[in-house]
């Protein structure tokens, strides 16, 4: 149109806040000034210098009454859709709330009810987490309860705290577990958990059960193996030992990979078709297949979005979440992940709701995808239906209707454009979204209807002034219908649930990197965790230990205490590493004392500079300082041990504490043994910079002491 032409000024005053509005300027009025923001680049040096302005922006709201629109009827009267199942988080696959345990309160119960607490936050209706296997599994691995066959323990990790608190602030969240890998017992030496399915069964239903006994979590759903081949004969075998163990309530999700072949095959095995629940699929870019349809199933996006918690990101969800139902009838959509709570500079860095990765400093950034996902989850509930009356807006876009089949009805309405809506995976195919009308009439049981609540967020690109899940003026039906003028990148939420929230708390303390002094003796008794905080194990499991045979003072320690390489999900290293601490630093001492355990072949590293870490840490380089039980040692330029660097006798055995401690300057490094030099000036070409890490040689036990680094 012709005013395309002009440079708008914003701050005039068009629809002021304080005017009187009908319920098409509450909407109008938001759309248009958020609008005239993305036109107003230059702007701000023409107002006294464009007399005609003033009359231009008239034309221009002249010109919203004449956009192209249409008309939609929400109408029960044929008939619901789908049951609606939630919206929910993931925490793992893997290690992806690793940091957030170590914050302080009152900054983790904060993070906490964002994500959990209803009608304040996010307002999560589902929480998924990884059983863990002792693997690697995207950005760290998980402990398992069983890392040997005659052992058993449910306090390892943080997942079983984490569905504790997400009950205690929601105590009708829906809990899911799925494997990503499996402790390398239940393979008996091969890397599948399927040769002898009742050992994988009994050891899933086991983490059931511990839940319960020691938790008093009640788990709604269980899952066979995060994104490989699923087995018939175990899944029949799992259905069959849930029973046998009480645990009927407890239902299967299948297959957490494709569509296909698992629908396909429940179409064609009526045995298998009566014991899956529900078909998970991941990624599935809003779309189903015939097949998992016919199932007559629940379908759901069992794990999506796991992109950049950004503006875009936001988008990203927004457009899912609606177009999920939409085009797949998709009644559950997922998040990977819960909370970006990991180094940064790990796979996939920030792909969550929100952000906590600096316990350190208690920073945290509740991001966009938060805002959008409440727009759902806090007018609907599981249990609510979708009309059969939903679809695709005539501009593009979409709009979703759910009723609790008792008078409420909650709308949700997003205008993504694509390249404000991107998702790491599947490619989005091109589509177009312009600026339009909508008229919805209100039909069957909801005809009666007089006023309905208003909230809206825009995702504003140009200036980076988005509105995020703000409350309007309520809208007021007339004649059974009202009308909207919707803007580029909008979500509006219109219902008649009058309990919404935007929660806020004070803002937390500002970001700050990673002490440049740390220290950990890990001298706890009875250590709240079994990981000591802020070290992120990416292959191997590091634990607490208390030493009942060290009389002096190394009674309470660290412990690597996998020796059987697991049955794996991601490419783990043959080597165990965790690591810590700042990615950027460059110079350092890093010093530990170190026991190994495994005699003539045994040995362990401290290491600086690593560069690489979660499904890629198998190529991390740095500069790794080892020594091995045959009185050898090694410095090398990565962790497989191919660049050698220095090599010499230490005299270091089995059985005994010796003190580490590596010196980096610039391009030089120097090694120490109990105080005294054992090799300088090695030099150093390929690593830059990194993390700390520590480490063993293979998987075996060995233990970890007063650890110290002081980055230079």
Same mark, same amino acid.
């Given at each position: 149109?012709?005013?395309?032409?002009?440079?708008?000024?914003?701050?005039?005053?068009?629809?002021?806040?304080?005017?009187?509005?009908?319920?098409?300027?509450?909407?109008?009025?938001?759309?248009?000034?958020?609008?005239?923001?993305?036109?107003?680049?230059?702007?701000?040096?023409?107002?006294?210098?464009?007399?005609?302005?003033?009359?231009?922006?008239?034309?221009?709201?002249?010109?919203?009454?004449?956009?192209?629109?249409?008309?939609?009827?929400?109408?029960?009267?044929?008939?619901?859709?789908?049951?609606?199942?939630?919206?929910?988080?993931?925490?793992?696959?893997?290690?992806?709330?690793?940091?957030?345990?170590?914050?302080?309160?009152?900054?983790?119960?904060?993070?906490?009810?964002?994500?959990?607490?209803?009608?304040?936050?996010?307002?999560?209706?589902?929480?998924?987490?990884?059983?863990?296997?002792?693997?690697?599994?995207?950005?760290?691995?998980?402990?398992?309860?069983?890392?040997?066959?005659?052992?058993?323990?449910?306090?390892?990790?943080?997942?079983?705290?984490?569905?504790?608190?997400?009950?205690?602030?929601?105590?009708?969240?829906?809990?899911?577990?799925?494997?990503?890998?499996?402790?390398?017992?239940?393979?008996?030496?091969?890397?599948?958990?399927?040769?002898?399915?009742?050992?994988?069964?009994?050891?899933?239903?086991?983490?059931?059960?511990?839940?319960?006994?020691?938790?008093?979590?009640?788990?709604?759903?269980?899952?066979?193996?995060?994104?490989?081949?699923?087995?018939?004969?175990?899944?029949?075998?799992?259905?069959?030992?849930?029973?046998?163990?009480?645990?009927?309530?407890?239902?299967?999700?299948?297959?957490?990979?494709?569509?296909?072949?698992?629908?396909?095959?429940?179409?064609?095995?009526?045995?298998?078709?009566?014991?899956?629940?529900?078909?998970?699929?991941?990624?599935?870019?809003?779309?189903?297949?015939?097949?998992?349809?016919?199932?007559?199933?629940?379908?759901?996006?069992?794990?999506?979005?796991?992109?950049?918690?950004?503006?875009?990101?936001?988008?990203?969800?927004?457009?899912?979440?609606?177009?999920?139902?939409?085009?797949?009838?998709?009644?559950?959509?997922?998040?990977?992940?819960?909370?970006?709570?990991?180094?940064?500079?790990?796979?996939?860095?920030?792909?969550?709701?929100?952000?906590?990765?600096?316990?350190?400093?208690?920073?945290?950034?509740?991001?966009?995808?938060?805002?959008?996902?409440?727009?759902?989850?806090?007018?609907?509930?599981?249990?609510?239906?979708?009309?059969?009356?939903?679809?695709?807006?005539?501009?593009?876009?979409?709009?979703?209707?759910?009723?609790?089949?008792?008078?409420?009805?909650?709308?949700?309405?997003?205008?993504?454009?694509?390249?404000?809506?991107?998702?790491?995976?599947?490619?989005?195919?091109?589509?177009?979204?312009?600026?339009?009308?909508?008229?919805?009439?209100?039909?069957?049981?909801?005809?009666?209807?007089?006023?309905?609540?208003?909230?809206?967020?825009?995702?504003?690109?140009?200036?980076?002034?988005?509105?995020?899940?703000?409350?309007?003026?309520?809208?007021?039906?007339?004649?059974?219908?009202?009308?909207?003028?919707?803007?580029?990148?909008?979500?509006?939420?219109?219902?008649?649930?009058?309990?919404?929230?935007?929660?806020?708390?004070?803002?937390?303390?500002?970001?700050?990197?990673?002490?440049?002094?740390?220290?950990?003796?890990?001298?706890?008794?009875?250590?709240?965790?079994?990981?000591?905080?802020?070290?992120?194990?990416?292959?191997?499991?590091?634990?607490?230990?208390?030493?009942?045979?060290?009389?002096?003072?190394?009674?309470?320690?660290?412990?690597?205490?996998?020796?059987?390489?697991?049955?794996?999900?991601?490419?783990?290293?043959?080597?165990?590493?965790?690591?810590?601490?700042?990615?950027? %630093? &460059? /110079?350092? *001492? +890093? !010093?530990?004392?170190?026991?190994?355990?495994?005699?003539?072949?045994?040995?362990? =590293?401290?290491? #600086?500079?690593?560069?690489?870490?979660?499904?890629?840490?198998?190529?991390?380089?740095?500069?790794?300082?080892?020594?091995?039980?045959?009185?050898?040692?090694?410095?090398?330029?990565?962790?497989?041990?191919?660049?050698?660097?220095?090599?010499?006798?230490?005299?270091?055995?089995?059985?005994?504490?010796?003190?580490?401690?590596?010196?980096?300057?610039?391009?030089?490094?120097?090694?120490?043994?109990?105080?005294?030099?054992? %090799? &300088? /000036?090695? *030099? +150093? !070409?390929?690593?830059?910079?990194?993390?700390?890490?520590?480490?063993?040689?293979? =998987?075996?036990? #060995?233990?970890?002491?007063?650890?110290?680094?002081?980055?230079?």
């Amino acid at each position: 149109m012709a005013a395309a032409s002009f440079s708008f000024c914003p701050a005039l005053p068009l629809l002021s806040s304080a005017e009187p509005r009908d319920r098409a300027h509450v909407i109008a009025g938001e759309s248009l000034r958020a609008s005239l923001r993305q036109m107003a680049g230059s702007c701000r040096s023409v107002r006294r210098r464009e007399p005609g302005l003033q009359h231009a922006l008239l034309l221009l709201v002249g010109s919203v009454a004449a956009v192209a629109g249409g008309t939609y009827s929400l109408d029960d009267s044929g008939g619901l859709g789908r049951a609606f199942d939630g919206i929910g988080g993931l925490s793992g696959g893997g290690a992806t709330s690793r940091l957030l345990v170590n914050y302080a309160e009152p900054f983790r119960s904060q993070i906490l009810d964002y994500l959990f607490k209803p009608n304040f936050g996010a307002s999560l209706q589902i929480l998924k987490v990884e059983i863990g296997g002792d693997a690697q599994t995207t950005d760290g691995t998980e402990p398992s309860h069983m890392h040997y066959a005659d052992d058993e323990n449910y306090f390892r990790g943080y997942e079983w705290w984490l569905m504790k608190e997400a009950k205690k602030r929601n105590p009708n969240i829906t809990l899911i577990g799925l494997p990503w890998a499996f402790p390398g017992w239940i393979g008996r030496g091969k890397n599948w958990p399927y040769d002898f399915p009742d050992i994988t069964a009994f050891y899933i239903v086991s983490w059931l059960i511990g839940a319960k006994q020691y938790h008093d979590l009640d788990i709604d759903y269980v899952g066979i193996w995060n994104e490989r081949p699923f087995d018939k004969k175990y899944i029949k075998l799992l259905r069959f030992t849930l029973d046998k163990h009480g645990l009927q309530r407890v239902r299967i999700i299948a297959s957490d990979n494709l569509w296909q072949p698992i629908s396909v095959d429940m179409l064609r095995d009526v045995e298998l078709h009566g014991l899956v629940d529900v078909i998970g699929a991941h990624y599935p870019g809003t779309l189903t297949v015939n097949d998992a349809l016919k199932t007559g199933k629940k379908l759901w996006a069992s794990e999506d979005y796991s992109t950049f918690n950004d503006q875009t990101g936001g988008g990203c969800w927004a457009r899912i979440l609606n177009q999920n139902y939409v085009n797949g009838n998709m009644t559950a959509t997922i998040s990977w992940n819960l909370v970006a709570s990991y180094y940064e500079q790990l796979p996939f860095g920030r792909d969550g709701l929100m952000t906590a990765e600096e316990p350190w400093s208690g920073h945290y950034v509740v991001e966009t995808p938060i805002w959008i996902t409440a727009h759902t989850t806090q007018f609907t509930q599981p249990g609510w239906y979708y009309l059969k009356t939903v679809g695709h807006l005539d501009q593009g876009g979409s709009y979703v209707a759910l009723t609790d089949r008792m008078g409420n009805l909650t709308i949700i309405i997003e205008t993504m454009t694509h390249d404000h809506s991107v998702c790491i995976r599947p490619p989005l195919p091109s589509f177009n979204v312009s600026a339009q009308n909508a008229t919805f009439s209100l039909k069957g049981s909801f005809n009666k209807l007089q006023t309905l609540q208003v909230w809206y967020s825009k995702l504003d690109f140009s200036f980076n002034k988005s509105t995020l899940f703000k409350k309007l003026s309520p809208i007021k039906v007339s004649g059974g219908s009202f009308s909207l003028t919707l803007g580029l990148d909008e979500v509006y939420t219109i219902t008649t649930i009058s309990s919404g929230q935007k929660g806020n708390f004070p803002n937390p303390p500002a970001s700050q990197p990673f002490p440049r002094k740390y220290k950990e003796d890990f001298n706890v008794r009875n250590p709240p965790f079994t990981e000591a905080p802020n070290f992120a194990d990416q292959t191997g499991v590091f634990e607490y230990y208390c030493n009942m045979s060290d009389p002096g003072e190394h009674v309470f320690t660290l412990r690597q205490v996998v020796t059987q390489k697991p049955i794996t999900w991601a490419a783990d290293a043959d080597q165990t590493i965790s690591v810590i601490g700042d990615y950027n %630093w &460059k /110079n350092m *001492i +890093v !010093t530990c004392d170190i026991f190994i355990e495994t005699l003539n072949v045994g040995g362990v =590293f401290v290491a #600086a500079r690593v560069n690489k870490g979660g499904e890629v840490v198998r190529r991390a380089k740095g500069v790794f300082f080892w020594v091995f039980a045959d009185g050898t040692y090694q410095v090398t330029g990565d962790l497989a041990g191919t660049s050698v660097l220095a090599e010499g006798m230490s005299g270091v055995g089995a059985g005994k504490w010796h003190t580490l401690s590596l010196h980096i300057t610039g391009i030089f490094a120097s090694g120490f043994l109990n105080g005294y030099p054992l %090799w &300088k /000036n090695a *030099i +150093v !070409t390929d690593a830059d910079h990194g993390w700390v890490a520590i480490g063993t040689r293979s =998987f075996e036990f #060995a233990q970890f002491d007063n650890f110290m680094v002081e980055a230079l």
